[in-house]
């Protein structure tokens, strides 16, 4: 008898089209408003049940992830699994194409396709996932989304918007330097420079003391802003990737196929 294929998710890339910071909360996190968008690739989450719960980690960034049980998509899976009281586990193996601790959610992306794989392979209810998510990380609950949406408080309270991105092209760049999401919240100022009304004249206000810990953020910004047909460059999240928007896909594979070798780079579409 043969046995089923596994089941394939994709963990879109997530880009924070503007992410303000407006202040520091007593829990250690901090208040934010931001715009989250979601490419149409990103790294692969392939699965089948199995006795027990495994997990291995393929891919271009493959060596930078520990495969245990530390890894996201294996806390995922474990949490969903404690909380649905399932009897069976799951052979998980993820395709790590997406830079690692660089700003465009590739943990919680991956983990947020870990719960919906498994609410899948499981028949579980979805909504057990949904309360999964924020617990394992403040982007989770917007990666298991995958869809435009603003973001405010940590970044988990959502609401679903139209930006009005849809199918843009995307050009993703990388100076691969990985990048600590608390050390650039650690240098933010505390200054608050106000509210997010429209994305398009918002900004990342941990641009500043991203580009303090890697100055060649700065080297790749200045690089997009270069480019033919781009209409928007932007740093994503609390770095090191930035994007860059496109007026046409013929602009943006120009881009790609003149991005500096030393850099990572990604071209897609936002979905």
């Known amino acids: 008898m043969n046995q089923r294929p596994p089941l394939v998710e994709i963990a879109p890339a997530k880009i924070n089209l503007a992410l303000h910071v407006r202040a520091k909360r007593a829990d250690g996190r901090h208040d934010l408003e931001t715009v989250f968008a979601f490419c149409t690739d990103g790294d692969s989450l392939s699965g089948a049940l199995a006795d027990d719960l495994s997990l291995t980690v393929t891919g271009p960034f493959a060596a930078m992830l520990d495969d245990g049980a530390d890894n996201l998509v294996h806390r995922a899976a474990s949490a ?3 909380e649905a009281r399932v009897g069976k586990g799951v052979r998980l193996t993820l395709d790590k194409r997406l830079p690692v601790a660089s700003g465009i959610g590739g943990g919680s992306a991956d983990a947020a396709a870990a719960l919906r794989l498994c609410t899948r392979l ?6 057990l996932a949904e309360r999964i998510a924020p617990q394992l990380g403040s982007d989770v609950p917007a990666c298991l989304l995958s869809m435009t949406a603003r ?14 991105v849809a199918d843009t092209p995307v050009l993703l760049v990388n100076p691969r330097l990985p990048l600590s999401t608390a050390a650039v919240f650690g240098r933010w100022d505390g200054v608050d420079r106000g509210p997010l009304a429209n ?7 941990l641009e500043a003391p991203a580009r303090a810990l890697v100055p060649e953020i700065g080297a790749v910004l200045d690089w997009m802003g270069e480019q033919q047909g781009v209409e928007l460059a932007r740093m994503s999240g609390s770095g090191a990737t930035c994007f860059a928007l496109f007026a046409g896909e013929a602009a943006r594979d120009r881009a790609a196929a003149a991005c500096p070798q030393r850099w990572w780079h990604m071209a897609s579409f936002l979905r």
């Open 80 to 82: 969903l699994a404690a």
């Open 122 to 127: 499981w028949g579980c209810d979805p909504a």
């Open 151 to 164: 973001g405010e408080g940590a970044g988990d309270k959502l609401a679903l918007v139209d930006a009005g």
């Open 199 to 205: 994305w398009r004249e918002g900004r990342n206000d």
